[in-house]
């Protein structure tokens, strides 16, 4: 048997890594085993590398249409390997911050694949060999993998998941993606601005069905207008392959369709990445797949945590992060210092679009009484002056009180501001205490204090309803 740590965390994603230097912080002797590179999911093959090409690819679009601004731009082009590159360096970077951070902090790096055996062992496998750890906390935090469905033809060459695109060295000419979800509308951004013919195939009566409807059928116009063609409500019955081209086959409206594609993407979600995860004889309680935990997520063993994409819940890197937070100042006999039951979601379209805390049609759901304020942001100067696409921001406040309770925004630096709601949401700040403070003109945020202002009908900037 090798070291004996205090803290031994398996997977060095997000959660992870996270977890990792804050128990060193916190003067626990901590280790770390990831097989792969530091960052996960996230800053490998997901969050990062999306966002980079998304603003590559955003950037193109706004050169080609930037015109409109009384600027002409002639012979604009892309070089799609550069994007992939400009894509790859922006990752290095942050991997390498990562390896600084546990470094500096005394975190001890295992390379290797991490597999917890009986009392709360952890085993560490490399092509050199195998060394074994014992811990007195053990955090799982392995992540998770795509997740391909059981339908015919989802093996063959072209059909890819989302790690696979992002090996890609060429353009796609044309590419179908299976589900209409965030990973989905981010990919067909990225490749519809770059000129390649996007195609979504949704099962759900409308895209990211979990967010306001309102956001997703102003997302479903703009994707429309920019050339992506989009199937809802639609069954997919097989993937078939006709030369050098995928056919996807799907049901809609009670008729067969066919969309073929140099490629098809498979983004329909991810699942939890237990593969190797636990030895023999070691069977922490698990359902449909993911690793059960209480509100403090400890799993069935004693000792033993889970967090992220591993046990059920939303799979965002931030909520993977504050969870590894949350466990750690536990370990260490500290109160929490994060809240980790509001969680923002974010998508990194153009506009973006952000939310947290409940909807208003959530809220009806539920038997709530509440007051929503709305405001439009074509009607704000900031939007105004960078010609922002259709937008709004929406805020839900509890009917008696005037507590914030949730807010959806589709419109520029969404995902930024949107760390002002959450503030308020977590704190129960009432409408009020959130509009006093002043906001710098001219800004998005701007919208915000119209939106609050809305729920009373103060808003300066909105004209009056009529009266009846």
Excluded: W
Aim: proline residues 3%.
């Amino acid at each position: 048997m090798g070291e004996k740590f205090d803290v031994i965390v398996i997977g060095a994603g997000p959660g992870g890594y996270v977890a990792a230097i804050k128990a060193a912080k916190a003067g626990l002797h901590t280790a770390i085993v990831e097989n792969r590179r530091v960052g996960g999911t996230c800053l490998n093959r997901g969050c990062i590398p999306a966002k980079a090409m998304i603003h590559a690819s955003s950037l193109y679009r706004e050169m080609q249409e930037s015109e409109r601004f009384g600027v002409t731009a002639s012979d604009v082009q892309f070089d799609y390997g550069k994007i992939v590159a400009y894509k790859q360096e922006t990752t290095d970077k942050l991997c390498q911050g990562i390896d600084q951070l546990l470094k500096a902090n005394g975190v001890t790096f295992l390379s290797g694949k991490g597999t917890l055996e009986k009392g709360k062992a952890v085993r560490v496998v490399t092509e050199e060999g195998e060394s074994c750890y014992e811990a007195e906390n053990v955090i799982l935090a392995a992540g998770s993998k795509p997740l391909v469905l059981p339908i015919p033809g989802l093996d063959l060459p072209g059909v890819l998941t989302s790690d696979e695109l992002f090996r890609l060295e060429e353009m796609p000419e044309s590419l179908v993606i299976i589900g209409g979800g965030v990973i989905s509308v981010e990919f067909a951004s990225v490749y519809s601005n770059l000129g390649c013919k996007v195609t979504i195939v949704e099962a759900m009566p409308r895209l990211i069905p979990n967010m306001d409807k309102e956001i997703s059928q102003n997302l479903k116009m703009i994707l429309k207008k920019r050339g992506v063609d989009i199937h809802t409500s639609a069954a997919v019955q097989r993937v078939e392959q006709e030369g050098d081209q995928y056919t996807c086959v799907f049901v809609e409206k009670e008729k067969e369709v066919r969309a073929s594609a140099q490629y098809v993407l498979c983004a329909v979600g991810r699942c939890p990445n237990t593969d190797g995860l636990f030895g023999e004889g070691v069977e922490p309680e698990m359902e449909r797949g993911r690793v059960v935990v209480d509100e403090e997520y400890r799993t069935s063993i004693e000792g033993v945590y889970a967090i992220g994409d591993l046990i059920r819940g939303m799979q965002l890197a931030h909520l993977a992060s504050a969870q590894g937070v949350y466990v750690a100042d536990k370990i260490a006999g500290k109160e929490p210092s994060v809240d980790v039951h509001t969680v923002p979601g974010c998508v990194y379209t153009d506009p973006e679009i952000a939310s947290v805390g409940i909807t208003e049609d959530e809220a009806k759901e539920q038997g709530l009484s509440v007051k929503v304020g709305k405001f439009i942001m074509s009607a704000n100067g900031k939007s105004l002056i960078t010609k922002e696409e259709r937008g709004f921001i929406k805020v839900i406040a509890e009917a008696d009180t005037d507590v914030i309770l949730g807010a959806q925004m589709m419109c520029a630096r969404a995902t930024d501001m949107i760390g002002e709601f959450v503030t308020a949401v977590v704190n129960r700040l009432t409408v009020q205490q959130v509009a006093k403070g002043m906001r710098a003109h001219p800004t998005y945020n701007e919208g915000v204090v119209e939106a609050l202002e809305d729920i009373e009908g103060n808003a300066v900037h909105i004209m009056p309803k009529k009266k009846r």
